[in-house]
C-alpha cells in the first residue's frame, strides 16, 4: 500500500527550514535535547497520524512516548512541509544504503517490476532516501523510454476550415454554412501525443517535481515535462482509459509506477492541521506479497495461490463461517503446502522462538482444513544465530503428526531469496 498526501504550496521535502532524519522500526526518537524540537515532534505526529488513517487497514505509525517518539511497524517517508522529513527503514541487520536497497527490491518484487543487481548496487552506496532512489529510479526509465518516442494514437478533430480537409461533415455545413462557400465543416484524424497513457506519466511528473531535493533528477524532470508537453492535463490520472497493448510494451512496467505515485485520490491534497507528504508501507503487507510473488517464482511450474479463501473454519447450520485464507498455498502431487508470513523478530534462544501461540493454532486450522501435507511459518531472518536462512526449526502438531516448520529469509540479501525459498518449500533443511 502507497500513500501520497501533499500541500496545494508543494513544498519541497528536507529543505532550509527541516531537517532530514533516518530510522529503523521500533526506534526510539528522543525529544528535546540534541533531538527533536517540541514542535517538530508534535508536527510529525500529527502527519503520521493522518498518513496511518489512508492505509487499508489503518495502522500506526508514530506513537508518542514520555520523552519522544517511537517508530511503529510501518516504513518510508513522513516529511512536513518547511519542517523535518523522517524516514523510517525496516529492521534488518545491513547498514541503511544496504537496507534502502533490500526495500526498493521488495516494493519491485511486490509491484512486479524489473530492478537490475547493477541498479541494487549503486542504491547501497548512495547517500538518498527512499523517496529520492524511487523518483530517481522512475524518471531514469521513463526518459530512457521516452526519448526513444512518445506513444501516439489517431484522434479525430472537427474544425472549420478554408479548404477541405478530411472528410466533409455533411450535417453542419448544411445548418451552419449553407451560405458560405469559402467555409467547410471539416472531420479529420490527426497523430496525437495526447493519450490518456501519456497524460498519465504527465501528471506523475508534474507531482514528483515539487518533491525531488536533488539537481540531477529535477534535470530529468525538467526533460520529461518538455517532451510530454503537448500531451493534455487531467483532473483524475487514475480514471484515464489507458489501453496497455504491444504497442507501448515499453511503457507498461514505468505506467504502474507512476500509477503508485498518483495513488490515492487526486483532489486530496489536504493532510489535516499539518501539511506535508506521506510515503508509508506497512511491512507485514509487504513481506507477504514480496514473499508471496518469490515463491511463485521459486516453484515455477506448480500451481501457487495467494490469499487463498477456499476453505472456512466452520461449516454449520447456518453455513460456512469464518473464512480461512492462508498467505500461500503451494500445490504438489503429494498434497498442498500452506505458507504463512509473519513479520515479527524470532528469539533463538527460546524453545518456542518467540512464536505467537494464536499463530501456531491458525496454521493447525489451516492444515486441517486444507488437508496439507506441511505447513510452514516464515520470519525474516536476523544476523547473531547460529543456524543460516532457510527452515530453522522442524516441529510436529500433535494429534495429525503434520510437519510444522518454522522458516527465515534474509530480506535484506533479496537476490538469495528465492533459491531459499525453493529450498524451504522442498523441506530441504539448512546446514
Known amino acids: ?27 526510539h ?19 503520521a497520524e493522518h498518513a496511518g488513517r489512508r492505509l487499508t487497514p489503518p495502522a500506526e ?34 547498514g541503511d544504503g544496504a537496507v534502502r536497497a533490500a526495500l526498493v527490491r521488495m516494493l519491485a518484487v511486490a509491484w512486479g517490476l524489473r530492478v537490475a543487481g547493477g541498479e541494487l548496487a549503486a542504491m547501497r552506496t548512495q547517500r538518498r532516501d527512499l523517496l ?47 451560405g458560405r462557400p469559402d467555409l467547410f465543416a471539416c472531420r479529420f484524424e490527426e497523430w496525437s501525443e495526447d493519450t490518456p497513457l501519456n497524460r498519465v506519466l504527465k501528471a506523475a511528473v508534474s507531482r514528483l517535481v515539487g518533491l525531488t531535493r536533488s539537481a540531477d533528477t529535477a534535470r530529468r524532470l525538467a526533460e520529461l515535462a518538455a517532451r510530454l508537453e503537448f500531451a493534455g492535463d487531467t483532473e483524475d490520472p487514475l480514471r484515464e482509459p489507458v489501453r496497455l497493448d504491444r504497442t507501448n510494451a515499453a ?86 503446502i500452506i505458507l504463512d508470513t509473519k513479520w515479527k523478530r524470532l528469539t533463538f534462544d527460546d524453545d518456542d522462538l518467540g512464536i505467537e501461540r494464536s499463530d501456531v493454532y491458525q496454521m493447525a486450522v489451516y492444515g486441517d482444513a486444507y488437508h496439507a501435507q506441511r505447513v510452514v511459518l516464515i520470519y ?40 531459499s525459498l525453493r529450498r524451504i518449500v522442498a523441506g530441504m533443511e539448512t546446514t
Open 61 to 94: 505509525v508514530l506513537t508518542r512516548t514520555a520523552s519522544g517518539l517511537r517508530a511503529c511497524q510501518v516504513v518510508g517517508i513522513l516529511a512536513v512541509s518547511g519542517g523535518p522529513t523522517l524516514e523510517i527503514l525496516p529492521k534488518i541487520d545491513h
Open 132 to 178: 529520492e532512489i524511487l523518483i530517481r529510479l522512475f524518471t531514469r526509465r521513463l526518459l530512457t523510454v521516452v526519448r526513444r518516442g512518445l506513444p501516439r494514437r489517431y484522434l479525430e478533430h472537427q474544425e472549420d476550415l478554408n479548404l477541405l480537409r478530411g472528410r466533409l461533415n455533411v450535417t453542419r455545413q448544411v445548418t451552419r454554412f449553407v
Open 1 to 27: 500500500m502507497i500513500v501520497w498526501s501533499q500541500d496545494d504550496r508543494r513544498t519541497m521535502p528536507g529543505n532550509a527550514a527541516g531537517e532530514s532524519l533516518t530510522c529503523r522500526e521500533w526506534q
Open 380 to 419: 525474516p531472518w536476523r544476523e547473531g544465530v547460529d543456524r543460516p536462512p532457510g527452515i530453522v526449526r522442524n516441529w510436529s502438531i500433535r494429534g495429525t503428526g503434520r510437519p510444522l516448520d518454522v522458516a527465515a529469509v534474509d530480506v535484506g540479501r533479496p537476490d538469495e531469496v528465492v533459491e
Open 29 to 47: 526518537l528522543p525529544v528535546g535535547g540534541d533531538g527533536l524540537s517540541e514542535r517538530d515532534a508534535r508536527r510529525l505526529h500529527a502527519l
Open 251 to 336: 511503457f507498461h512496467e514505468i505506467y504502474h509506477l507512476a500509477c503508485r505515485f498518483l495513488a490515492r485520490e487526486w483532489q486530496d491534497t489536504a493532510t489535516g492541521d499539518v501539511p506535508g507528504f506521506a510515503l508509508l508501507f506497512p511491512m507485514n503487507e509487504l513481506f507477504e506479497e514480496f514473499i508471496g510473488r518469490s515463491v511463485v517464482r521459486a516453484v515455477s511450474g506448480r500451481r501457487v495461490h495467494l490469499q487463498h479463501q477456499r476453505h472456512h473454519a466452520i461449516d454449520g447450520a447456518a453455513g460456512r463461517l469464518f473464512a480461512l485464507r492462508p498467505d500461500i498455498v503451494v500445490e504438489t502431487p503429494a498434497g498442498a
